[in-house]
């Protein structure tokens, strides 16, 4: 029984796969003129007696068609749709005798009336060529029940997905998606294809974008964006989806949070609440922008650190490298349109943090002979409160021009406390002073903000007008309060006390209006025009006071200590540039820029002076293919905070003096960047590269005392250089559902600048390298393993042989390892490693960090999942930083949370379809 059964196995394998395949070919032409191929048209498969579709092809830019593949014995129905054209239907049976079949000529009939015709909708085609437009039907293409608009697209012929969710459609990036013909949450693509569910899309049509060809009509075919148009079955008029977490673990640790979206019509709210103490930001910065409304409203700052913690517009939304943190906060957008077509938004966003950071910094000063060794120990408690609150209106007035005026308001407050014990000694250990510094910050912040854009483009080709006004006032209150002890032992003992205040109180108001016009002269030639203007009023006031002993208050000013200055005038900036477009892969654009300066700097104390500069020069860009060369020139004033000719001495044993006789800054920069994505051979490579030449850069000049005080002065230096470089490859390799990438990169820095300590002067070349690979290996999103390796090498160079060379190495390994099995549970673990070649008492050199989680998943589709996680599960509990700057080498610890454990549980409102596990989910650990 068993043989039988085996060789009836092995035939029924056999005559699978030696089962005979065959082609069906043909060309498809115009029925009245038969010279007229019909190119880019759809030939559909279906078995005679089945509905559902086999295969599909669609025929060339001659016509031409093949379909491979094909079994014998088996009646089939070509379904063949042409945009303009009646749909030809035709039955054929391939035969072992002639398993490929030509069909010859094709005769497809015009359409002559305008009545739509009956359509059987199970022949409904695949892809359908409409001119410009690319249709899918998306029954065509079968997803799973949970599968959301994002699992749909990446079925489609020609689409991919990257990882952070940029589309591009045979090779072209993806600009906007639409749903019915409108923007969906503010344009935001990821909004639709992460949120809506697939089986409620009909047709999805894929067409260029008509305002990127029109803005530049020297865009290449290849570069030119695309718009998706997402159909629906029927129309959605409203829902709602987010997310739900709570969690907490051992030590009184928890974190918790939800955000939320609710949409009817052409309206869109979002409200979004969190809180933790466990140095994690509230979400993702993907959720914040997109769900949380950022996008819509506009992002105008943006801050990231290393372990993920972010900051937008100002708001820190949790998560912090540095420290222990416990960050809340909460805030909510509002989007519509009304039937005049004007978009409106209106947000508000509040964000809290309370950081305690201890912090142990050494620097190792060489100076030639000698040595000078600090050793600070820092305490701080950091509080910050902020506000956002902001609008947006963007009215489309015509086809060509669009209004955008956008106010904001944010306000910001600061309550620090700091305790600082510091120490210097010498090459020989002795120590050279002491001190203990208290510090207090209060800190209250305003800054309102008015943007407005209009934008023009013209019925001829090419010709626009883009103008902007930006309306800016901040006010800065600080009340810095500090106390110090300090004690030095060399040339002779002594001690100093210290208890004052700085009341520090800063005013901007910032006037910037621009004008950029573009004139097509020909095909070849464009003219470009850009006036910006800029009207400034800014004030530093900066009044000192000591303790009055008589009655502890701060009220006896210390004029050597105070000052106020008062900056005022114009700027301007014109560029004026003419683009030639030598053929379609190469482009130069050479042209001249003029910048003026105007000032007025008005002191309470010091006289008063004027600085008025103008300066010319050349700027050029050249492009061949996806690289671009720019050299463009600039011309800046010192800052305000430099010129301030009265000292900071807040820390007495490093006090920061100010300049008022500094001078602009020249800078001569050059860009070059190339990126491309090779569908074809799933390649993406990208270079990056700039470099500038300073004349009247400002550098600090310092000078030490015999007893280890350190001063800081700013002065002009010039032949100041800096280039960076940077370059990555990554290669992907599909075999099924298995998934296979590497990569190569590495980012490179050259500094050339100026160090002077105690008037010893020196040019010091600075060099920074770092090398990475990195690789990734999934295994039908059962398995994924990840490893990333990158080497840092940091070395100094000084041309007089007072100052000795620096050299630092660092050795940095990151793996990540996620399981999906058994199913519903997924395993996940990071370590990293860092080694560093620099050594300091106490300190290990080898930190390693090791994360481990466990999620559960439950309920229908997978929307709830219960997470065990342990973090630092080594308790390194500190994070470590070295850098070199000018002659020292600066070596920074910084404590961290150390190992804990946590339970949390996590419910998704219609928003489903993303992996479990990994970095870019919706929680870090």
Request: hydrophobic share 35%; with cysteine.
């Amino acid at each position: 029984m068993k043989k039988t059964l085996l060789i009836a196995v092995f035939t029924c394998l056999a005559t699978l796969a030696f089962a005979q395949k065959g082609s069906i070919s043909g060309i498809l032409v115009d029925s009245v003129n038969q010279k007229t191929t019909l190119n880019y048209a759809t030939v559909s498969v279906y078995k005679a007696n089945d509905t559902v579709l086999h295969t599909y092809r669609l025929s060339d830019d001659k016509g031409i068609f093949k379909i491979p593949g094909l079994e014998t014995g088996i009646q089939y129905r070509l379904v063949v749709n042409a945009w303009m054209y009646n749909i030809l239907r035709k039955e054929v049976m391939l035969t072992a005798e002639t398993p490929n079949l030509n069909l010859g000529s094709l005769l497809l009939s015009e359409k002559r009336n305008n009545l739509n015709e009956v359509v059987i909708l199970s022949e409904r085609p695949p892809i359908m060529v409409r001119k410009d437009t690319i249709e899918f039907n998306a029954e065509s293409f079968k997803t799973l029940p949970t599968a959301v608009v994002e699992d749909l697209l990446k079925k489609l012929p020609g689409v991919s997905i990257a990882s952070d969710g940029s589309i591009q459609v045979n090779g072209k990036a993806v600009s906007k998606i639409l749903v019915d013909g409108k923007e969906f949450f503010g344009g935001d693509q990821q909004i639709a294809t992460k949120n809506l569910p697939a089986n409620i899309i009909d047709k999805i049509q894929v067409n260029d974008d008509p305002e990127a060809k029109r803005r530049d009509p020297d865009l290449l075919a290849s570069n030119t964006p695309q718009i998706i148009n997402l159909k629906l079955k029927r129309a959605i008029k409203k829902g709602a989806f987010g997310k739900l977490y709570a969690g907490g673990g051992p030590k009184e640790m928890y974190e918790a949070g939800g955000i939320m979206n609710f949409f009817r019509d052409t309206t869109q709210v979002s409200v979004l609440a969190y809180g933790n103490n466990i140095n994690k930001p509230g979400f993702s910065i993907g959720d914040v922008s997109r769900i949380g409304g950022f996008s819509r409203s506009g992002i105008n700052s943006v801050m990231i650190n290393t372990d993920g913690g972010f900051a937008l517009n100002n708001i820190s939304f949790g998560g912090t490298s540095n420290g222990v943190q416990t960050s809340a906060g909460a805030g909510a957008n509002f989007n519509t349109l009304t039937k005049n077509g004007i978009k409106i938004n209106g947000k508000y966003f509040f964000g809290q943090s309370n950081t305690l950071t201890e912090q142990l910094v050494n620097v190792d000063q060489n100076l030639g002979n000698n040595k000078l060794f600090t050793n600070n120990n820092l305490n701080q408690r950091n509080k910050a409160y902020n506000h956002n609150i902001g609008a947006r209106l963007e009215w489309k007035i015509d086809t060509l021009t669009t209004l955008t005026i956008e106010p904001t308001v944010t306000l910001n407050l600061l309550r620090n406390r700091g305790l600082q014990l510091t120490q210097s000694r010498d090459a020989n250990g002795n120590l050279l002073n002491d001190g203990v510094n208290n510090t207090r910050l209060k800190g209250d912040n305003t800054e309102y903000n008015l943007n407005s854009y209009l934008w023009k483009d013209f019925k001829k080709r090419g010709r626009s007008l883009n103008t902007s006004i930006n309306l800016t006032k901040r006010q800065n209150l600080n009340d810095n309060f500090n106390t110090t002890v300090n004690n030095f032992y060399s040339p002779s003992a002594s001690t100093t006390n210290l208890d004052q205040l700085r009341d520090n109180n800063i005013k901007n108001l910032n006037l910037y209006a621009s004008s950029n016009y573009n004139e097509p002269i020909s095909k070849k030639l464009n003219l470009n025009v850009s006036v910006n203007a800029n009207y400034l009023d800014n004030e530093n006031a900066l009044v000192t006071f000591y303790k009055n002993p008589l009655n502890q208050a701060y009220d006896v000013e210390d004029a050597t200590l105070s000052e106020t200055v008062n900056q005022s005038g114009f700027k301007t900036n014109t560029r004026a540039s003419l683009r030639w477009k030598i053929s379609d892969s190469w482009g130069i654009q050479p042209g001249l820029v003029f910048n003026t300066i105007d000032l007025k700097n008005n002191f309470r104390n010091y006289p008063s002076f004027e600085q008025h500069y103008q300066f010319i020069a050349p700027s050029l860009m050249v492009k061949y293919k996806d690289l671009t060369i720019t050299y463009s020139p600039s011309f800046r004033e010192p800052d305000v905070k430099y010129i301030q000719p009265v000292a900071n001495n807040t820390d007495p044993l490093f006090v920061q003096k100010g300049n008022a006789n500094l001078l602009p800054a020249k800078s001569y920069q050059v860009n070059a960047n190339l990126y491309k994505y090779d569908t074809k051979r799933s390649l993406n490579y990208n270079f990056n590269a700039s470099g500038s030449v300073q004349d009247n850069a400002v550098i600090m000049s310092r000078t030490i005392s015999a007893s280890g005080v350190q001063t800081n002065t700013p002065i002009n230096a010039n032949g100041i250089w800096q280039f960076y470089a940077g370059a990555n490859i990554n290669k992907d390799f599909k075999n099924g559902k298995n998934q296979y990438s590497v990569g190569v990169g590495f980012w490179s820095n050259y500094t050339r600048s100026l160090v002077m300590v105690d008037n010893i002067k020196s040019d010091y070349n600075n060099i920074s390298i770092s090398p990475s690979l990195r690789g990734r290996i999934n295994l039908n999103d059962k398995f994924e393993l990840g490893q990333t390796y990158y080497l840092s090498i940091n070395k100094s160079t000084y041309q007089n042989n007072f100052y000795n060379n620096l050299n630092t190495l660092t050795h940095n390994s990151e793996t990540e390892l996620i399981l999906r099995l058994p199913k519903k549970m997924v395993w996940e673990s990071t370590y990293r490693i860092q080694h560093n070649n620099q050594t300091v008492g106490g300190y290990s050199n080898n930190i390693q960090i090791w994360n481990a989680a466990l999620t559960f998943l439950f309920m229908k589709n997978d929307r709830a999942q219960l997470k065990f996680a342990v973090n630092d599960i080594l308790n390194t509990n500190t994070r470590r930083y070295i850098s070199i700057s000018e002659n020292f080498i600066r070596d920074m610890q910084t404590n961290n949370l150390g190992r804990h454990g946590l339970v949390t549980l996590t419910y998704n409102i219609q928003n489903f379809g993303g992996k479990v596990g990994g970095k870019d989910t919706f929680f870090r650990f």
